[in-house]
């Protein structure tokens, strides 16, 4: 099984709880491959080496090139300040990956994987670019019509990716990647993922839920997913394979709630980070009940009865 997963030194620590939580979780041989910048310190790759090396795993860091994201649209007020530039090394992984890697699953490091991953990664392909799940704000962007695509088809979040590499090489992806980078590059806001769709909204493949549950599903009043995956997001949030932390708050922030809040620190405290303090660990007692107060009211799926359990792990 080939994971493909993106870190910095600032991201290193989540990377490290998410490999955790894989190997936790799959009994069956990993290889990762890491795709990292320069700066990625030896020591920060040694954590990820042993982490990998714990659960019979392989691994292996690829250098991106940052001249290849020099040019790419970036920065802009109306993006998301908690994305770094390194979300767009996923458009070139052909030019970066061996020819002989296949298929692989993307994941953003601010994920946890409660279950095996096998029946995620043989789910066929062949046919497609890419295997996706629907986003969480899904219905804002298709009502937006932002994009130069027929946005009626659908709006994926990139965060958990089943990717056929080799559809990738034979139809010339990188290519038309930056050919609508180039062509759009003023419409683009979610950075690749917004590439992602608009390239490929004819080559995806709808996956379960279950695969990528965003805690953005979590909130009942202000729901943003299209209304035909209601029931779904209602099954699977009882008990998601893989839970994607998307927001701009993070559960390694102390302020951070979610219902899932939970399992995350659950896997920290598994790694070898797991006496490091989070993130704000003493706030003003007042600024992280509010805060802690505000989440808690808007993801009110137990109130609904939508949410039975709060998952620990």
């Excluded at 290849?68 to 994305?83: A, C, I, Q, Y």
């Excluded at 298709?142 to 034979?170: C, H």
């Amino acid at each position: 099984m080939n994971i493909l997963l993106s870190t910095d030194n600032n991201y290193v620590m989540p990377t490290g709880v998410l490999m955790h939580s894989i190997g936790i979780n799959n009994s069956d041989n990993v290889h990762y491959y890491i795709l990292i910048n320069e700066s990625l310190t030896e020591d920060n790759k040694k954590s990820l080496k042993e982490i990998a090396y714990k659960y019979g795993n392989e691994i292996d860091f690829y250098v991106v090139d940052e001249k290849l994201t020099e040019s790419l649209p970036f920065g802009r007020d109306e993006m998301p300040k908690h994305v770094s530039i390194a979300t767009y090394y996923r458009l070139f992984i052909t030019q970066i990956l061996p020819e002989d890697v296949h298929k692989i699953i993307y994941l953003d490091s601010d994920m946890i994987v409660r279950y095996s991953l096998n029946h995620l990664w043989n789910i066929d392909v062949s046919n497609c670019a890419i295997g996706v799940v629907h986003d969480e704000d899904e219905k804002n962007h298709i009502k937006t019509q932002r994009l130069s695509y027929p946005m009626e088809k659908g709006y994926f979040n990139a965060g958990m990716l089943l990717v056929n590499l080799d559809y990738w090489r034979e139809h010339d992806c990188l290519l038309r990647f930056v050919h609508y980078i180039r062509d759009s590059y003023d419409e683009i806001i979610m950075h690749d993922q917004d590439v992602l769709n608009a390239v490929l909204h004819d080559e995806k493949k709808w996956l379960p839920v279950t695969y990528n549950f965003q805690v953005g599903f979590l909130l009942e009043e202000k729901r943003c997913y299209i209304d035909e995956i209601y029931d779904e997001v209602g099954i699977a949030m009882q008990n998601p394979s893989i839970i994607h932390y998307c927001m701009n708050g993070k559960p390694w922030q102390l302020y951070f709630y979610v219902p899932y809040v939970k399992v995350w620190r659950y896997y920290k405290g598994k790694s070898e980070w797991k006496n490091i303090p989070l993130e704000g660990e003493h706030p003003d007692n007042l600024i992280h009940y509010l805060t802690a107060f505000w989440f808690k009211h808007c993801f009110n799926v137990r109130k609904t009865g939508r949410l039975k359990v709060i998952l620990r792990k």
